[in-house]
């Protein structure tokens, strides 16, 4: 959905925590679809409304590689052994904790887990191959972190009085690395806010966000299979189950929003576009098997 690799994370029971690489700048994207759509499912499954995060996320800066990633996946890895969850006194293991991506993905086979996960990554980082028997001393390698150190201070990384005050404890500060790496980044933010960009500039580099890529591709897909032209997108009503169909196909698979499909699809605005799809949703209308089959395995292929 976003071309992220995402390298840890875990779902605690007051927040979660992401390690995420982001080879197109889709970071802001990104996160409004995933925050977005784990509200509207999470209220939906338990029948709740409203918001479900109680503030933006907070984005730390990480140098990828080295002291700063290894301690950063064990940080994050370790987070249900310092709140309790995973009490090495009671026998219990890292693996214990279903919602990591310890025992949802790094300990589990390549067949198994989600191909979006940085798994060889996050093994070779600590000198494990991606094996049965690599992942094996991945896991007893936390496990042993867990019963050599403090509970509440386990995987917390130590701080020294002569760090850059500046850099992130894992908890607070904008950038977990070195200084070097530090004022790297200052030097390209300082570029980047000089700049002085046109409105064409801006729509160039709109277009080149994953998104929008991404959203163009199953429009002209869907458009190819149902027949329709630019020419026929605007004169057919929002309404249309053909222009619908493309739209849901989209939603489904893309971070794009509302408006974007408003737009390039012609149904009128955000609000019908919304109300069109969930009325596709749950009432199904009958469309041409050709595009009834590309809109089904679009869909479940999501």
Known sequence: MTGWRIHAWVLMGNHYHLVIETPEPS??????WLQNTYTR????RHRLWGRLFGDRYKAVL????GYYYETLLDYVHLNPVRAGLADRRKGQS???YAWSSVSGGHALSTRRRPPWLATEDALSAFGFEDTAAGRRRWVERLDDRARGEAMEKCGIPARREEDDARRSDLRRGWYWGSKAFAERMLRIGEVALRKTRSWDTNASLEKQAHGEQEGRRPVAEGMAIAGLTGEDLKTLPGSDPRKVAVARVVWERTIVGMPWLAEHLHLRSAV????????HRRE???????????????????
């Open 41 to 44: 499912r999470f209220n939906m």
């Open 94 to 96: 890292v693996l214990d």
């Open 284 to 302: 199904p209308p009958p469309l041409a098997r050709k595009l009834q089959k590309w809109m089904t395995q679009s869909i479940n292929a999501a």
């Open 27 to 32: 970071l802001v994207a990104g996160m409004q």
């Open 62 to 65: 990480v140098e990828g590689a």
């Open 272 to 279: 019908n576009a919304s109300q069109q799809i969930r009325r």
